[in-house]
Each structure stands twice: as C-alpha cells, then as structure tokens.
Nanobody, 116 residues
Framework: QVQLVESGGGLVQPGGSLRLSCAAS????????MNWYRQAPGKERELLATIVRYGNSRNYSDSVKGRFTISRDNAKNTVYLQMNSLKPEDTAVYYC?????????WGQGTQVTVSS
C-alpha cells in the first residue's frame, strides 16, 4: 500500500521545538527526493524543505531557514523535520510528499500548534 503517515505534531509554546516524522511505504523511498509542506487555515499549502535521495543536499524556504532541519533515514523509509524556535505563525498542518511528478496521495498530515 502506497502511503505517507506523518506524526509528531502537537501543542508547543513559542520558542519550543518539535520533531516531525513521515513514514513512507509502498514505493522505493530511497529513489526519491522528499519534501515537507504545511498549510495554515485559510492559506495555500507552502513548500518548506526538500531533501534529495541520499540526503546530501537540502533546501529551505526563507520562512523556516535557520530554524528547521530536514533529514532522512532511508533504512527506515522515514523523513524528519526538526523544528526549533517555533513561532505562532508556524501553526499549521504539516505534510510530507515526494515531488509532484510522483503520483501519490497526500497523507493526513500532523497538526502543529504554537501558542502560549
């Protein structure tokens, strides 16, 4: 079964940290770059970070650069997003997904809420 399962979200205070995980199954995970996205209420989905197949190159949006780190473990078919110095504007549902050319449905996402 081809699927993506995100986890690790929750409620955190401003300045706090969370580590998100995305477990992939049903496809050759190590052959694909992976992306993290988020979607806040009333806003379009935003691409946050990309990691290439072997993890030796990563890119970040300006909104998270220097605070978030994407990583992957191909042996576990899992991609991670370490989020530090969280801000209220980081509140959103977070998703992982391969590039758009790879046909796969979005996962259910994981909710991150940053609030005091």
């Amino acid at each position: 079964q081809v699927q993506l399962v995100e986890s690790g979200g929750g409620l955190v205070q401003p300045g706090g940290s969370l580590r998100l995980s995305c477990a992939a199954s049903g496809f050759t995970f190590s052959s694909l770059a992976m992306n993290w996205y988020r979607q806040a209420p009333g806003k379009e989905r935003e691409l946050l970070a990309t990691i290439v197949r072997y993890g030796n190159s990563r890119n970040y949006s300006d909104s998270v650069k220097g605070r978030f780190t994407i990583s992957r473990d191909n042996a576990k078919n899992t991609v991670y997003l370490q989020m530090n110095s969280l801000k209220p504007e980081d509140t959103a549902v977070y998703y992982c997904k391969p590039p758009d050319w790879f046909s796969i449905s979005w996962g259910q996402g994981t909710q991150v809420t940053v609030s005091s």
